[in-house]
């Protein structure tokens, strides 16, 4: 049984089809890459698989359950952890607190425990505070985890947006554009942080990516979007020499 699965998925907003019958299967451990131009797609379809937006028809099988309908933090307690195109991090928290503040959608001392100071409350919040350092650690953002995220540099406060991801230990990450807005230094930090991830981790990555070397080079296989629909499919080797993809990409960032 394939991680994750989904079957001809189609999403319209209104009259505009967005994506027209998606089909994918990710095995255990895997890394996966999506690419294509801008407005082809991409971040709808993480967001319909992750419950931000539900499909207008399809089957999103997450370890074989359905999870069509359910609600995003539902989907990431059973295993799908996500970071976003454009950065989703609160001002006024610190980076410890972040990855903290998303584990808790995995505590499961109930509502009594929140009000009473449990036994099995404080060792479900020392695992967390645990876990939550282990991920700065690797991440490279242990030094600064008292620090407010807007006081961290850019590529950091990705960084710290990937633990938090994390931290609800799921079996598949989707990154959505990690290297949007980074400069060569911290695009080359983000590739070997990916890199250390899925092999500490061992778990199966989703990578949306423009740049078409960072792609080529971390995934095993790649789906290339274009106006909702794939075009091609393959090993890196395949997609870089088809001539649909090179054709979408006349114009675009083929080399960098
Ligand atoms: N919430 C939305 N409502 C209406 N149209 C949307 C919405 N989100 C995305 N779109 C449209 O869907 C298409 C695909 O967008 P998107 O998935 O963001 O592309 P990509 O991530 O590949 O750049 C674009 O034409 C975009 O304008
Ligand atoms: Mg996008």
């Not at 990710?26 to 797609?41: D, F, T, V, Y």
């Not at 499909?55 to 539902?74: Q, W």
């Not at 960084?159 to 994390?166: F, I």
């Amino acid at each position: 049984m394939p991680l994750l699965e989904v079957k001809q998925m189609t999403h319209y907003f209104g009259g505009l089809r967005a994506v027209h019958d998606f089909n994918l299967s990710i095995e255990k451990g895997e890394i996966r890459g999506l690419i294509g131009p801008n407005g082809a797609g991409k971040s709808t379809i993480f967001n319909l698989i992750t419950g931000i937006y539900r499909p207008t028809e399809g089957e999103v099988l997450l370890n074989g359950r359905n999870i069509v309908g359910l609600p995003p933090y539902k989907i990431a307690a059973m295993g799908l952890g996500r970071t976003f195109q454009n950065l989703r991090l609160w001002r006024h928290m610190t980076v410890l607190e972040h990855v903290k503040m998303a584990r808790y959608s995995k505590l499961t001392y109930g509502l009594i425990g929140a009000f009473f100071d449990t036994r099995e409350r404080r060792r479900q919040e020392a695992e967390a505070e645990e876990i939550a350092r282990n991920l700065l650690d690797m991440l490279g953002v242990y030094d600064v985890a008292d620090e407010k995220v807007t006081n961290l540099p850019y590529g950091m406060q990705r960084r710290v947006e990937m633990a938090r991801a994390l931290a609800v230990e799921p079996d598949i990450l989707f990154l959505d554009e990690p290297t949007a807005g980074m400069n060569p230094e911290e695009l080359t930090e983000m590739m070997a942080i990916i890199r250390q991830v899925h092999q500490e981790i061992g778990l199966a990555i989703f990578l949306i990516e423009h740049r078409m070397k960072f792609v080529m080079e971390l995934c095993e296989r790649i789906q290339t979007l274009v106006f909702g629909e794939v075009i091609a499919e393959g090993a890196p080797e395949e997609i870089q020499n088809n001539p649909k993809v090179i054709e979408a990409y006349l114009g675009a960032e083929v080399d960098t």
